[in-house]
């Protein structure tokens, strides 16, 4: 019986911690919510370039400002509302195309384009030279 009565104890007690861990969670999150919100000012967008280097769109009133922060914070631009085109998330170099460069290059073809951006197609001969086939 005191067995019982002792894990009823530790169970309580476990609740108990619990209540007041979610009460200081809410009290504490009222209190800090206020730090990171403005009423007139509100960040629309947020690149990380490097360490201490990012870029923000910051939406003032109805205008938009490109501004870089570094050691200092400096406006960019201001920046129309129709140039706001959200970026597409997929991005262009996905596993499959470096698998399928890869097999191209060991079976000894492979795609480059040149510094006009035009496509050549080079194909290796076992002495290790290129040869060029084609080009656009």
Partial sequence: MREYIK?????LGF???LYA??????FIGKKYA?????????????????????MYIV?????????GVSNNIEVLAEIEHDDLIAVD???ENE???????????QQG?????????KSMTHFKKDSGEEKDVKKA
Avoid: C, P, W
């Fill in 95 to 105: 596993f499959s195309d470096f698998f399928g460069k890869y097999i191209k290059k």
């Fill in 34 to 54: 206020k730090l990171g919100h403005s009423e007139f000012i509100q960040i629309i967008d947020h690149l990380m370039l490097g360490k201490e280097k990012d």
């Fill in 15 to 17: 609740i108990a911690i």
């Fill in 109 to 117: 073809v492979a795609e480059d384009t040149n510094k006009f951006g």
């Fill in 21 to 26: 861990a979610s009460l200081t969670t809410k």
């Fill in 59 to 67: 939406q003032i009133g109805k205008r938009f400002f490109l501004i």
């Fill in 7 to 11: 894990v009823l104890l530790m169970l």
């Fill in 89 to 91: 998330a997929k991005q």
